[in-house]
C-alpha cells in the first residue's frame, strides 16, 4: 500500500521530536492495523539559531528560516509537513502561505480534540513566546475556547476551590 511520506521539522526541542517519531509510529501502527511502519523523513534543524529569531522577535527570518527547511523535507518527497513544536507556530500562518508543501498545525488539532470533549476554558503551559504570543488565544476564539496562560490563572486561583459562607 502507498503512503503519504510526512516531513517532520524536528530538532525544535530534541525531546519532542523523539515523542512525535515514537506517537507517530505507533498510532499508525493501530490505526492501520499492519506491521508496517509510516514513511517520514525527519529534518533535525538547529534550535539555537530558531530560538534566536524568537527571542530578538525577527519574525520574517523566523519564516525564511523554517521555509528553508521545509522545502528540503519537500525534495526529499515529503508529502506534508509538521512542526514539532508549539514555538514556531508562532509564525504558523505566514509560513503555509510562503511554502508549497501542506502543513499540520499542532494547534488547530489540539482545538479539534478539545472540542470534541466539549471543553469551554483550557489552561496553556508551555514556553513563554508559546503563551504570550497569543496564536493559542486567536484559534481558541475560533472553536469558542477561552486559553488561560499561567498570569490569567494566579488572578483567579485565590477563588478557585473557596467555599463560600
Known amino acids: 500500500m502507498k503512503y503519504k511520506i510526512l516531513g517532520l521539522i524536528g530538532g525544535i526541542g530534541p525531546e519532542s521530536t523523539i515523542d512525535y517519531y515514537k506517537m507517530i509510529v505507533s498510532r499508525f501502527r493501530?490505526?492501520?492495523?499492519?506491521?508496517?511502519?509510516?514513511?517520514?523523513?525527519?529534518?533535525?534543524?538547529?534550535?539555537?539559531?530558531?530560538?534566536?529569531?524568537v527571542k530578538t522577535n525577527q519574525l520574517d527570518k523566523l519564516v525564511d528560516f523554517l521555509a528553508f527547511e521545509i522545502k528540503k523535507v519537500q525534495a526529499g518527497g515529503a508529502d506534508f509537513a509538521v512542526l514539532?513544536?508549539?514555538?514556531?507556530?508562532?509564525?504558523?500562518?505566514?509560513?503555509?502561505?510562503?511554502?508549497?508543501?501542506?502543513?499540520?498545525?499542532?494547534?488547530?488539532?489540539?482545538?479539534?480534540?478539545?472540542?470534541?470533549?466539549?471543553?469551554?476554558?483550557?489552561?496553556?503551559?508551555?514556553?513563554?513566546f508559546t503563551m504570550q504570543a497569543g496564536f493559542y488565544q486567536k484559534v481558541g476564539v475560533e472553536y469558542s475556547i477561552d486559553v488561560l496562560t499561567p498570569d490569567k490563572i494566579s488572578k483567579i486561583a485565590p477563588t478557585v476551590g473557596r467555599k463560600t459562607q
Open 30 to 53: 493501530e490505526r492501520i492495523e499492519t506491521d508496517d511502519y509510516p514513511k517520514f523523513l525527519i529534518n533535525n534543524i538547529n534550535i539555537t539559531e530558531m530560538l534566536s529569531y
Open 84 to 128: 514539532a513544536s508549539n514555538t514556531p507556530h508562532i509564525v504558523f500562518d505566514e509560513l503555509r502561505n510562503r511554502v508549497d508543501l501542506p502543513m499540520i498545525s499542532i494547534v488547530d488539532e489540539t482545538f479539534k480534540v478539545i472540542s470534541k470533549d466539549k471543553l469551554r476554558k483550557v489552561a496553556l503551559f508551555g514556553t513563554m
